[in-house]
Each structure stands twice: as C-alpha cells, then as structure tokens.
C-alpha cells in the first residue's frame, strides 16, 4: 500500500523493511525493543503530518467516533 504523500512512498519502504526485519529476527524471538527502526519511523512520520496538512486533513474528523452514534452511515459532510 503507498503512503498518502506520494513522495513518502520510499520512506515508507525503507521503514517496512526495517520493521518486518525486527518482527521476525527479533520480536518473534524475544527482543521487544524497537528502537532499531525509530529513525526511519520518525523520518517517514513527518513525511505523512505534512502530506497531511498539504491534502488539508483534519485529524480532528479522523479521530471522532462514528459507530454506534447518529453520525453512522450519514455521508460526511462536503469541505
């Protein structure tokens, strides 16, 4: 899957192979530190928060509850 930024498509790349090579070579065996992708991670992170603001995304309307409440199955509304 790509990113939403096109140009954070490689950095997303480079920190999904990080990731899957600390899933299996270490999380599956035992090592739950992580820290041996964090600098991809944060690199590819800001990428995304300013692709973000560029696609002029509120988070605020990604982060509201829907299921269960009136605004279930309602179209969003238009910006």
Same mark, same amino acid.
């Given at each position: 899957?790509?990113?939403?930024?096109?140009? !954070?498509?490689?950095?997303? +790349?480079?920190?999904? *192979? !990080?990731?899957?090579?600390?899933? *299996?070579?270490?999380?599956? +065996? $035992?090592?739950?530190?992580?820290?041996?992708?964090?600098?991809?991670?944060? &690199?590819?992170?800001? !990428? &995304?928060? +300013?692709?973000?603001?560029?696609?002029?995304?509120?988070?605020? &309307?990604?982060?509201?509850?829907?299921? $269960?409440?009136?605004?279930?199955?309602? &179209? @969003? @509304?238009?910006?």
């Amino acid at each position: 899957m790509n990113s939403i930024g096109e140009n !954070c498509n490689e950095l997303k +790349k480079q920190y999904d *192979s !990080c990731f899957l090579t600390w899933f *299996s070579e270490k999380f599956l +065996k $035992g090592e739950t530190n992580d820290e041996m992708c964090a600098p991809f991670f944060k &690199v590819y992170q800001q !990428c &995304v928060k +300013k692709a973000i603001q560029e696609h002029h995304i509120d988070l605020k &309307v990604i982060e509201q509850d829907h299921l $269960g409440t009136e605004n279930e199955n309602k &179209v @969003p @509304p238009k910006s």
